[in-house]
């Protein structure tokens, strides 16, 4: 069964250009998250879906990224325009249920985004 | 939302036995304990998910003490590829509320040949 596939595993860009990661989650998982990872910190939740239905956004800072998931199956996380602040690892995981009772979060090899 | 204390690293010798406690003192009546493990350029992996005594799968070990302000995550005769940090979490997985909780900064693992 595939895992959590994200794209693109790098990316480096000028500060105030945009860049976009797309996350495609694990077949029959409604429940889908984004998170932030700073170099050596543990990742923070950015924003989470039940299907196609963002239910936590309130870390995502709205004014410069935006996210969606489109008919409730993959998802891409926009941001708009980069600042040198938001080079980061950026991790899509997702889960079978929203309470996920057992715990497990799956989560794709993430996105190394670079902002010179 | 509980937060979790644990040591920033550790180093231990190939087949010994690692011990990594995690301190949660404001963990709630229906909080469950998860540990994850993330190895370089990887999204983290959960190991295991316990709510009191002790749990067992064929990775690691949970230990929980009766008052479950702590827990202790062991993993049997290490091996280099154990090399990773190791993030406890706690949270109720039936309010959402353990999907909100962050990772913290984990434990860093450097296991020695």
């Known amino acids: 069964e595939a895992g959590v596939v994200q794209s693109p595993r790098y990316k480096i860009i000028e500060k105030k250009q945009p860049v976009a990661f797309w996350c495609n989650p694990i077949s029959g998982h409604n429940t889908l998250y984004w998170y932030l990872q700073n170099l050596g910190q543990g990742p923070e939740l950015l924003i989470r879906?039940?299907?196609?239905?963002?239910?936590?956004d309130s870390q995502l800072p709205k004014d410069r990224f935006s996210a969606e998931r489109l008919k409730g199956v993959d998802s891409t996380l926009k941001i708009q325009p980069a600042e040198l602040g938001d080079s980061a690892v950026y991790l899509c995981?997702?889960?079978?249920?929203?309470?996920?009772?057992?715990?497990?979060?799956?989560f794709g090899e993430g996105s190394r985004l670079t902002v010179l | 939302l509980a937060k979790t204390t644990q040591p920033i690293s550790m180093d231990s010798y190939e087949g010994q036995e690692v011990n990594i406690t995690c301190s949660h003192n404001?963990?709630?009546?229906?909080?469950?304990i998860t540990w994850y493990q993330q190895f370089p350029s990887q999204g983290p992996r959960f190991i295991i998910q316990g709510y009191k005594t002790k749990v067992t799968n064929e990775v690691a070990s949970l230990f929980i003490p009766a008052d479950r302000k702590s827990s202790t995550l062991s993993l049997p005769r290490v091996s280099l590829s154990d090399t990773a940090v190791y993030y406890c979490?706690?949270?109720?997985?039936?309010?959402?509320?353990?999907?909100?909780?962050?990772f913290g900064t984990g434990t860093k693992l450097q296991v020695i040949p």
């Open positions: 879906y039940e299907n196609e239905e963002a239910v936590d």
């Open positions: 979490l706690v949270g109720d997985p039936y309010s959402g509320g353990y999907q909100k909780v962050t």
């Open positions: 404001n963990i709630a009546t229906n909080d469950y």
């Open positions: 995981a997702s889960s079978l249920e929203v309470q996920a009772t057992d715990g497990e979060l799956f």
